[in-house]
């Protein structure tokens, strides 16, 4: 079975690779004077260390009053530093609240990587990556509303690390399909494909925006998500129940 779909056109490989690896390409392409400490931060356990404890409190700020209203003097005042240290470590105040959101992107990558890494059947772990990643989306817009405003701006404002998010998870579901058409489960003809057309079903369930217009909507999205599964298991060959 051949699937075509046009929405996505980034190929993608099999691997699901670490937040670390990804984000790494993307600081090379920085431009030198705004790399700053962070090209160097990798390969020194102890900057490693630092810059970590400056994203750990500017996340506690971001969760408790936004990332529009927290500022780096709020950083700084709590780790007792200056502000000149907390800029050897980011170029600009909104590279924080980018980092900021790949580091909770990631949570939510992970378990989906943990997801596909079961031994079940590939239909059973995308099903389930769709749930735990709509679940993850859902419970910070219900629960977690400056999570979800960070998420927002980062995906209405064309952020690096938005686009590197969802990237990332149409990977993780490639190399779930790739594994299901390797042992006969699937019945289609490139993986990539096939990952990039399962993300463009669900997308409206996991992008914060889209998401929260289904919400608002009132319609019963929970039971939607399961209509779209069931629609993407058959379209890769599966027949679910």
């Given at each position: 079975m051949s699937?075509?779909?046009?929405?996505?056109?980034?190929?993608?490989?099999?691997?699901?690779s670490t937040v670390r690896d990804d984000l790494a390409h993307h600081r090379q392409e920085l431009k030198p004077e705004e790399r700053g400490l962070r090209s160097a931060v990798p390969g020194d356990p102890v900057l490693m260390q630092e810059r970590d404890r400056?994203?750990?409190?500017?996340?506690?700020?971001?969760?408790?009053?936004?990332?529009?209203?927290?500022?780096?003097?709020?950083?700084?005042?709590?780790?007792?530093?200056?502000?000149?240290n907390v800029y050897r470590f980011f170029p600009t105040r909104a590279a924080i609240d980018q980092d900021v959101?790949?580091?909770?992107?990631?949570r939510t990558l992970d378990i989906a990587r943990a997801i596909s890494r079961r031994r079940d059947a590939s239909g059973i772990r995308l099903a389930a990556m769709f749930d735990e990643i709509h679940r993850q989306a859902r419970?910070?817009?219900?629960?977690?509303p400056y999570?979800?405003?960070?998420?927002?701006?980062?995906?209405?404002?064309?952020?690096?690390v938005a686009k590197w998010y969802f990237d990332e998870m149409t990977?993780?579901?490639?190399?779930?399909?790739?594994?299901?058409?390797?042992?006969?489960?699937?019945?289609?003809?490139?993986?990539?494909?096939?990952?990039?057309?399962?993300m463009a079903a669900i997308i409206s369930f996991v992008h914060p925006s889209l998401l929260e217009q289904r919400i608002s909507s009132d319609k019963d999205v929970e039971d939607e998500l399961g209509a779209q599964?069931?629609?993407?298991?058959?379209?890769l060959g599966i027949m679910s129940g």
């Open positions: 699937i075509q779909c046009t929405g996505v056109k980034e190929k993608t490989s099999g691997a699901a400056i994203l750990d409190v500017a996340e506690k700020h971001i969760r408790r009053i936004g990332h529009r209203k927290t500022t780096v003097d709020d950083i700084a005042c709590d780790l007792d530093t200056s502000r000149a959101y790949a580091r909770i992107a990631n419970t910070q817009l219900a629960d977690e999570v979800h405003e960070l998420f927002v701006a980062a995906t209405e404002g064309k952020w690096g990977r993780i579901f490639e190399a779930t399909v790739r594994e299901g058409l390797q042992v006969g489960e699937l019945e289609i003809d490139d993986a990539g494909d096939a990952a990039r057309c399962a599964t069931r629609f993407v298991l058959r379209a």
